[in-house]
């Protein structure tokens, strides 16, 4: 079956703009996460999601990033006002539920805020 | 919190030759250890987990783990480099319990390179 799949693979935007990142896991998947990973920090974790709520935010940077999940399915992480210390590769995994010990990983969205 | 460090961020290796990448852990509770492959261009792929049971785990592509307590060390290995090995390797650990429990924490990272 299909794997995790995000969109778009690259996205470059003015300092400034708002951005969508979207990731659509793998079906049947109840639990998603979001990671983001940059050459200053590594890798991230962003928040995650059991369903549609989201029990633990607590990687969210600022303010200007949200992630909602509508349906059970696919999610949408929104970065508003982008800086350029917001660029780097934003990946998205999903596992069977939060209990699942194997998280798969899409390919990820690279972000550059010029 | 727990943590993960890996040491060495790069590692060189002749083909054939033995694969360490070392990871050491810091966790509050018995952890659940990963290690993820990336190669150039591509998302996480799973080698192995450590989940309390077997403290030898095996993995894909030839690679193995030891969970070693007593060090809080999780080193992967291979016993015969191949070239199809050169890419990024992430040691992780994971939240058992709490809000964060799906949470991964991931090190730095060791690049691997294979020479001919």
């Known amino acids: 079956g299909a794997g995790v799949s995000q969109s778009p693979s690259n996205k470059v935007t003015e300092k400034g703009k708002d951005v969508e990142l979207r990731c659509d896991p793998i079906s049947g998947h109840t639990a998603l996460y979001w990671y983001r990973q940059s050459l200053g920090q590594g890798l991230e974790f962003l928040i995650y999601f059991q369903g549609n709520s989201a029990p633990d935010k607590s990687g969210l940077p600022s303010d200007r990033f949200s992630a909602e999940r509508t349906g059970g399915s696919v999610s949408t992480l929104t970065i508003q006002r982008t800086q350029q210390e917001d660029s780097a590769v934003y990946l998205c995994?999903?596992?069977?539920?939060?209990?699942?010990?194997?998280?798969?990983f899409g390919p990820g969205t690279r972000l550059t805020v010029l | 919190a727990q943590s993960v460090t890996q040491l060495g961020s790069h590692v060189s290796v002749s083909e054939g030759a033995l694969v360490l990448l070392r990871c050491n852990y810091s966790s509050s509770v018995p952890p659940y250890l990963f290690w993820y492959v990336q190669y150039p261009n591509q998302g996480l792929q799973l080698l192995l987990k450590?989940?309390?049971?077997?403290?030898l785990v095996k993995g894909i592509n030839g690679f193995e783990a030891e969970f070693k307590k007593s060090e809080t060390s999780f080193h992967l290995t291979k016993p015969s480099a191949h070239m199809s090995d050169a890419a990024e390797y992430f040691c992780?650990?994971?939240?058992?319990?709490?809000?964060?429990?799906?949470?991964?924490?991931f090190g730095q990272g060791t690049i691997l390179t294979v020479h001919p």
């Open positions: 995994a999903s596992s069977l539920d939060v209990w699942g010990f194997e998280q798969f």
């Open positions: 450590y989940t309390s049971a077997a403290t």
């Open positions: 992780a650990v994971r939240d058992a319990g709490g809000t964060s429990y799906g949470k991964l924490t």
